[in-house]
């Protein structure tokens, strides 16, 4: 497994090592021992999510206050523009942001460590996400982060109105947001 660290501390692309032949391919989509040793950080994953998103779907920016998440996410359908916010008020990254196109064609992961914002754009007709959390979905403690604050500046390659929630519609902007201290 490939680890590349981002300009967001602890947010990690992870790429595997892929095996193919006339048979197709084959490769770890998860390895507790590789991911340790690559990224320095040992998980415990409770919850795998599953999402389908129809092309120009704009889901996020998501996190939770009190039991924060870690997300593994990948993509093994379509194509997504994904995006991490980093809301870490210690962070030397506190305020910034990333994106970056996870597909199931570079079957690449993102490490979203607990702390950041996390949301995706669908750029393909439909794109199936699959993502473990180090912690179960809390709606009590669920915040949304405005996708399109301007403070954040965030570049979504976007085809016209993206397909929102009500909630994602209604989402905070980054001066008013809930922040880790």
Known sequence: MKCTPTAIAG???????????????FFESYNARRFREASGFEPVFVQDNHSRSHRNVLRGLHYQVEVPQGKLVRVVQGTVFDVVVDLR??????????????????????WVPPGCAHGFLTLSEEADCLYKTTEYWSPAHERTLLWNDARLAIEWPLMGEPILSAKDREGRPFGAAEVFR
């Open 89 to 110: 008020a210690g962070s030397p990254s506190f305020g910034r942001w990333i994106g970056t196109e996870l597909s199931a064609d570079n079957r690449r992961q993102l």
């Open 11 to 25: 947010v990690l692309l992870l790429e595997p090592q892929v095996f193919t032949d006339e048979r197709g391919f």
